[in-house]
């Protein structure tokens, strides 16, 4: 407690980025901290999970020490901390669960562990201090894409997921098949706004009507089609336009899902979480659709959609108002349900 206010600690280490944040109250952001290991990744073309953990390991002090320098405060002043528990890289997600321990136990803090895809849904009330449950959400990220009903800080319910890959996976092999590299989502974020998007088609595959399921492994498979294609007509391929056509498919199914998911859920707000949620044309295109159908979008800056530890504390916070502490025993897990 410092001045009266509660101060969470927050730390994430499930994927890549090594992430450190002291939040106050819930709301308010005081330090946020990520060390970032794509430039080790890239070299490999994507995530390596052994290579992840070990860098992990080696910086999460550096981290540590730099969060609660820049927000000055001291572990006497911190009254909780909250770590990503999973879902994640098992061995990346060990790495966060272990220093978190090691500091509740050594500084008599309590612990709560959060669920990855719940903190990526609370980084909007860092952002927006007047938003408040029930909303709808779309959680976007490499790992997931899900329309989920958050009815309570604490409670959401899974209306649709992806049934093969999420869709920053599948900007991720796209970027890949088309020459563009790791990470793929912010590289085709970028080269398609040089593009077309109207230039090549790609099927939007929407699945059974009134589904709010996914699927998007399918549009990797029609790019690189289109591309052998072009290149056995001895065609040269436009990397711009190939990534704006390929997004345009993809945002059209998930700007439409969501908007009619949000309306038949009879919700009012509709919330952008993860990864993928910084993706600009998303965004663009999501506040013109929300617009049309009375909805308010919410979308936190680029900085809080990718991993960071800010979402974690916030998280943290409005799950130990209402379950109190974790125990010693908290466990990471690869696969953890929210
Ligand atoms: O949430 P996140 O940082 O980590 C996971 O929980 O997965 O999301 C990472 C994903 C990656 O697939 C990355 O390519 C994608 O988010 N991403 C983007 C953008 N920035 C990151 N996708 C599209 N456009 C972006 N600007
Ligand atoms: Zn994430």
Redesign the pocket.
Known sequence: MKNGEFITLGIET??D?TAVAVVLDGRKVLSNVISSQIDIHTVYGGVVPEIASRHHLENINAVLDRAMEEAEVSYDDVDLIGVTNGP?LIGAVVIGVATAKALSFAADIPLVGVN?MHG?VSANYLQYPELEPPFLSLI?????TSLVEVTDYNRCTLIGETRDD????A??KV?RVIGLGY????K??KAAMDGDPEAVHFKRVFLEKGSFDFSFSGIKTQVINYVNQEKMKGRPICVPDIAASFQQALIDVIVQKSVDAALKYDKDHLVMA???A???A?RRRMEEACGEAGLRLYKPE?VL???NGAMIASAAYYKYLKDGADGPDLDAFANLPL
Do not use: F
Request: hydrophobic share 25%.
């Open positions: 499930s994927c980025e994640g990855h990526h976007i990220s490499g790992g997931h999420a869709a920053g996976e900007y991720d970027a990470p793929g989502g912010p085709i974020d993860g990864g993928v910084a993706n600009s998303l680029p959609c990718t991993d």
